[in-house]
């Protein structure tokens, strides 16, 4: 059998976009696919599976390890996606409060564009304001 050679494991966008292109492949077949393999001394291959989750976890931005930013590492952004639920709810995740250090009651102004939606946080002062301008009113 010939020796087949080993790609370099795919990272960032590249590997994103290779998963992509192999979605109806089973998470195995991706992972070696991308490069995240070994062979053995016997020619077995051995997938790693971690690596390759590890891989699409920092090329989708995610930040896992709080750490990471502790210790001078850079990176991405982090970026999530939302759907519509089915009650035509947008959930946003604990992921962007606990970022933020939002606590149950803090307040948002909601302001719609053509294609946005554009949330700004109530400051607790602004706020004293407005409800003394509408307790005198």
């Known amino acids: 059998m010939p020796k087949q ?3 370099e494991p795919l990272v960032g966008e590249d590997l994103l976009k ?3 292109e192999l979605e109806n492949l089973s998470k195995e077949e991706k992972a070696k696919q991308c490069g995240y393999y070994t062979v053995t001394k016997n020619g077995i291959e051995r997938v790693n599976m971690m690596k390759f989750l590890n891989a699409l976890i920092d090329a989708e931005g995610i930040q896992l390890d709080s750490s990471a930013s502790a210790n001078g590492r850079g ?3 982090a970026s999530y996606r ?3 639920q089915s009650n035509g709810n ?3 995740g604990s992921a ?4 933020m250090n939002l606590k149950p009651g803090d307040e948002f102004l909601i302001t719609l564009g053509k294609k946005h939606i554009r949330l ?5 002062e602004e706020q004293l304001d407005v409800d003394a301008v509408e307790a005198t009113a």
């Open 5 to 7: 050679k080993k790609i």
């Open 18 to 20: 290779k998963v992509k």
């Open 75 to 77: 990176g991405r952004s």
């Open 82 to 84: 939302i759907s519509v």
């Open 90 to 92: 947008l959930l946003i």
């Open 96 to 99: 962007y409060t606990k970022q």
């Open 120 to 124: 700004r946080q109530v400051d607790p």
